[in-house]
């Protein structure tokens, strides 16, 4: 084994998948698999996704679908945050559908598809009350104009409608049925403009959506977090899921301390006794956040151990007292909580954040090992 690892079960995120296949009868499933497959590593997990049931993929960035389209995968690709200067072009050429929410990159997007000699896919996307990617309400029948004036002439084909919800994981906020009343306007107002299609896929359902708003599931759903195993509403439970992510490491060292030994930078932590010290080969460029330092518990030599002392770039410091470690011994620090570690979850909580920090967070150093 390498100093740490992230081990990834891809059975779990097939069937992460396949239950959200199941809650979702009736609409077509597209898995968000971007940030690197949420940190489980993007391709291997594409594919895991695929093999549960999904039809598509959704990523953030055009590298990661081109990414995709370079490990062969060959489903539909949703791409959705594109500024000026990406390889429009490329993406056209490789099939990769793409979002616009304003007039301007719906020309790029004509233009570039121009050159190729192709025809780009599009899915319009309404900013329904997130303020964050799309066209606000203003704005979105002039959107829809464009690109049906850039689709008669051929440059350009719609196939989706979408938007995002900003409060799906918290059932009953006001801001969820006012988001859902006003993408039911914008599909209106595209349909009316003849840009509603029975082709055209209208989709707003992220994970909490998937799992708890049927009248958000639409012609497709697009959850990310839950196809992972981690709950999108916590405090409602795991609603089934695995956990797919354990991180994993190898004691680097060992060592018997005095009492008033003072522990890694700062010296937050003093030992109060003789006590044996191991040193974990993980630190915040690996994902293990600096503020862990007495929040965050791992398993090692059998039982949980507090992360003590500063948590540094690469490493830190659990204290066992008198029980046997080794050199070598290996550490959980989250998994599934089947062998009494933490979950992601728990991270999270003592964290003050969320399981998608904890996950994708993960760097690049660790290795993704998969089952
Ligand atoms: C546009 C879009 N769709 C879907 C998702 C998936 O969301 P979640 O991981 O909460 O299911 C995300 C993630 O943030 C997103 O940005």
Known sequence: MTPAEARVDLSAIRDNVA?????????????????????????????????????????????EALRLRAEGITAPIL????????PLEEAIHQDVELSAGAPGLVDAIAV?????????????KADTGMSRGG??????????????????????????LW?????????????????????????????KAGAGGSHVVRHIANSAATLLLPQARYDMVRPGLAAFGLSPVPRLGGFGLRPAMSLVARIALTKRVPAGSGVSYGHL?????????GLV???????????????????????RR???????MDQFVIDVGDDALEEGDEVILFGDGSRGEPTAQEWADSLGTITHEIVTGIGSRVPRVYR
């Open 163 to 191: 938007s995002h919800l900003a409060c799906s994981d918290m059932p009953g906020h006001p801001s969820i049925e006012a988001q859902l009343t006003a993408f039911d306007e914008a599909l209106a107002i595209a349909e």
């Open 306 to 312: 507090p992360v003590v002392g500063r948590v540094c």
């Open 281 to 303: 080969p993980l630190g915040y460029a690996d994902g293990v956040p600096r503020h862990s330092t007495g929040r965050v518990e791992v398993v090692a030599a059998g039982r």
């Open 19 to 63: 239950l959200l296949g199941e809650r979702a009868p009736g609409a077509e499933l597209m898995v968000a698999v971007k940030a690197d497959g949420y940190g489980h590593g993007l391709v291997a997990s594409a594919g895991a996704c695929l093999e549960g049931g999904a039809t598509r993929l959704g990523t953030a960035y055009l590298r």
């Open 135 to 160: 066209a606000v309400a203003a704005d979105w029948p002039a959107l829809v104009e464009r690109a049906m004036a850039r689709q008669s002439e051929g440059t350009v084909e719609i196939v989706g």
């Open 269 to 277: 932590y003093i030992t109060d006794r003789e006590t044996t010290l």
């Open 79 to 86: 791409s959705w945050i594109i500024p000026p200067g990406e």
């Open 112 to 124: 570039a598809a121009g050159r190729t000699g192709r025809i780009a896919r599009l899915h319009l």
